[in-house]
C-alpha cells in the first residue's frame, strides 16, 4: 500500500523566518503525482502544487518552493519569509492507482504550521 | 475559488437521520471523489466516480452511498447517522487535462 509521511506534526516559526514541511513517501507506481494542499482555519482545502513522478525539475512560486527527489523518495516544501497569513495545516499526498480504473489521493497526516508575529 | 461547489456548508441534525451532501465539480471535470476528514482519522478517501460510474471504493461505511448523475454533479448520502459520522466532508474533482485535483470547501455535518 501506498503511503505519506509528514513526521512534523507542528511547527512553530517567527515571522520572517525560512520554514521546511518535511514528506516522504512509499509507492510501487512508476508513474504517479505528488501533490501539497494548505488547510486554513476555515477549513477548505486549497491546492498548492502538483509534481509528475518524471518530472524532479524544482519549483518556486513566489516565496513557496518545491524540493522533489525520487532517490529518497521526498517532496519537501520550503516557504520563505514566513508570515503570518501562512499559518495553516499543510497535507502531503500521493496520487495512486486503485482498482483497474480508479484513483485516489493518500494524505499524510499534515504539519500544523503556526507563524507568530 | 477552486471551481468545485459543495452544499450544504453546515448541517446539524440528530442520531439516526439521513443526509445528502451535494457537489458540483469543476466545470469539464468528469471525476469525482468523496473524502471525509474527522479528528482522529485524517482525510480518508470514501469513493470515486467518473463520469458516472462508480470507480474506486475505500473506507466508505455500508450506511453510506453515493452516486454521479448525467449531469456530473455528485450526491453524498448518510444514512443512520452516529456521532462518530461528525466530520468534515469534502469533494473533488479531477482536472481532465492535467490530473490536478481540487477541493471544495467542504461540508461540515454535526451529529447530536
Known amino acids: 500500500a501506498q503511503k505519506v509521511t509528514q513526521a512534523q506534526t507542528e511547527i512553530s516559526v517567527v515571522e520572517k523566518e525560512d520554514v521546511t514541511l518535511d514528506c516522504v513517501y512509499e509507492t510501487r507506481d512508476t508513474t504517479y503525482y505528488l501533490f501539497w494542499y494548505k488547510q486554513p482555519p476555515s477549513g477548505e482545502l486549497v491546492f498548492l502544487i502538483r509534481r509528475n513522478s518524471f518530472d524532479e525539475q524544482n519549483e518556486i512560486s513566489g516565496r513557496y518552493s518545491w524540493n522533489f527527489q525520487k532517490s529518497t523518495s521526498s517532496f519537501n516544501f520550503t516557504i520563505t519569509a514566513s508570515q503570518v497569513v501562512d499559518s495553516a495545516v499543510y497535507f502531503c499526498a500521493l496520487s495512486e492507482k486503485v482498482e483497474t480504473s480508479g484513483s485516489r489521493l493518500t494524505f499524510g497526516e499534515g504539519t500544523q504550521l503556526t507563524v507568530n508575529p | 475559488d477552486s471551481g468545485v461547489t459543495q452544499t450544504p456548508k453546515h448541517l446539524i441534525t440528530a442520531t439516526g437521520q439521513r443526509v445528502t451532501l451535494r457537489c458540483s465539480p469543476r466545470?469539464?471535470?468528469?471525476?469525482v471523489y468523496w473524502y471525509q476528514q474527522s479528528l482522529d482519522q485524517g482525510l480518508q478517501f470514501l469513493i470515486q466516480y467518473y463520469n458516472g460510474e462508480e470507480r474506486a471504493k475505500g473506507n466508505i461505511l455500508e450506511r453510506f452511498s453515493a452516486q454521479q448523475f448525467p449531469d456530473l454533479h455528485s450526491e453524498l448520502n448518510l444514512s443512520s447517522l452516529e456521532l462518530g459520522d461528525s466530520a468534515l466532508y469534502f469533494c473533488?474533482?479531477?482536472?481532465?487535462?492535467?490530473?490536478?485535483?481540487?477541493f471544495g470547501e467542504g461540508s461540515w455535518l454535526t451529529v447530536v
Open positions: 466545470s469539464g471535470d468528469l471525476s
Open positions: 473533488a474533482s479531477r482536472s481532465s487535462s492535467g490530473n490536478t485535483i481540487y
